[in-house]
């Protein structure tokens, strides 16, 4: 059973606008594509095949990017670019890329950094006789980390046929959170695993490392989670409701526990539309507000939705309103996948678009009251096109310097590789 980030991932589609032309200061060029990175703000990695999921930058600027390898083998990928945008050759078999064959057709969807220069990436491997979550941790330079299970790599069951993570966070001590699904083939629940740094499963986390949540009588997953105050976890994705998903968040305190002093005994389910809602990414602000990504759908399409959650799990009314800010550009399908909150309070959101039949980089920046930030490509709305095909932004992060960095699919050539695009932010 492959995860809902793969079948989302197939069929978002967005409209926006175009970015705007050559500005005459650094303030009204935000937004603008930083051509000191890879010449014209654009870099692709794997020419042979691959999409990519997640995105991490380190201390030292280079930006990290998760995913898998397409083609006739499907294992985990993980690139690293220097802060220039060319790959680096000290990373992995020296030409910048590592991939890891978990055993099956391997997927990974989130990627996560610890200490010392560790990386973890979290994801999927699916075999005839089902899936596991799958975890690898490399060290600085691409090597499987074998203080890590004595091999690098690990697998999480919950003694169901199918599980998989789709978001991984490195907490306190060093220790990692999975977030994503389990099943029996029917049933769907949350399911969330703490392992520590060695790779054993955490026990003072739900008794034995591991915790589902039952939201609704049918599907449900998380699609993304974050570490917040207090080493809590705030976990977001669906929950069915009369048969439709709809946005939920939970907040998990540090011992596995639901937190009842969040919304309704821990969790909050949000109905923004008349269709099936999702949320996708999760990002805490300096000030423990939450924003939620995804999408709402209502009469044959779908639009972004960003939603802000006050620290009691309760809609925040300051933004937008009523806490709900709906990003409608057109008549497709049009999904958010993930944000960031820079030093100045503003929202970056990316997603993917549809135009002219190809699926294109999206990027809308919004002011903390929810509004268009309009000194963000003059509209607020920005649209990168890898010029190959189709594209998909699914990640975003910020460097030291407020710039933006997007990571996802591009097309390039005749084949999707992983994509990074870096905009300017101040």
Avoid: C
Avoid at 170 to 180: M, R, Y
Avoid at 223 to 248: F, H, Q, W, Y
Wanted: aromatic fraction near 8%.
């Amino acid at each position: 059973m492959r995860s809902a980030r793969v079948r989302a991932a197939m069929s978002a589609t967005i409209v926006l606008a175009v970015l705007a032309g050559p500005a005459s200061s650094a303030f009204a060029a935000a937004g603008k594509l930083d051509k000191s990175f890879s010449g014209d703000g654009r870099a692709t990695a794997f020419p042979k095949g691959a999409t990519a999921f997640g995105m991490a930058i380190d201390a030292k600027g280079r930006i990290l990017v998760a995913g898998y390898t397409l083609g006739a083998d499907t294992d985990f990928a993980l690139a690293r670019f220097r802060p220039n945008g060319t790959l680096d050759k000290n990373f992995g078999g020296g030409d910048g890329r590592v991939i890891t064959d978990l055993g099956g057709t391997d997927y990974a969807f989130d990627i996560a950094l610890g200490s010392n220069g560790r990386i973890v990436v979290a994801g999927e491997r699916d075999r005839p006789s089902g899936t596991r979550m799958a975890i690898a941790v490399y060290g600085p330079r691409g090597v499987l980390d074998r203080s890590f299970s004595s091999d690098g790599i690990t697998f999480v069951t919950f003694g169901k046929e199918f599980q998989g993570a789709n978001a991984v966070a490195v907490g306190a001590n060093d220790k990692i959170v999975l977030g994503g699904s389990t099943s029996n083939g029917d049933t769907t629940r949350w399911a969330l695993a703490r392992l520590r740094p060695n790779g054993s499963r955490d026990r003072n986390f739900g008794g034995d490392g591991r915790v589902t949540i039952d939201l609704s009588p049918a599907g449900e997953q998380i699609n993304d989670l974050a570490t917040v105050a207090g080493g809590k976890i705030v976990a977001v994705g669906a929950a069915e409701s009369g048969l439709s998903p709809r946005m939920a968040i939970a907040r998990v305190q540090i011992g596995g526990a639901l937190d009842r002093t969040f919304g309704k005994r821990g969790v909050k389910t949000t109905d923004v539309a008349n269709g099936p809602d999702t949320a996708y990414g999760v990002t805490e602000q300096s000030d423990h507000k939450l924003i939620v990504v995804g999408h709402v759908a209502n009469g044959g399409k779908a639009d972004w939705g960003v939603l802000r959650y006050g620290e009691n799990g309760r809609l925040d009314d300051t933004f937008h309103g009523d806490g709900i800010r709906i990003l409608a550009f057109g008549s497709d399908y049009e999904f958010a996948h993930a944000s960031a909150v820079q030093s100045n309070g503003r929202i970056v959101v990316v997603g993917r678009i549809r135009r002219s039949g190809n699926d294109q980089f999206g990027i809308v920046r919004l002011k903390p009251n929810g509004a268009y930030d309009k000194n963000f490509s003059k509209d607020g709305r920005v649209v990168v096109d890898f010029g190959g095909g189709s594209d998909t932004a699914r990640d975003v992060a910020l460097q030291a310097d407020g710039r933006i960095v997007v990571a996802g699919e591009a097309f390039d050539r005749g084949h999707r590789r992983f994509g990074v695009a870096r905009l300017l932010g101040s």
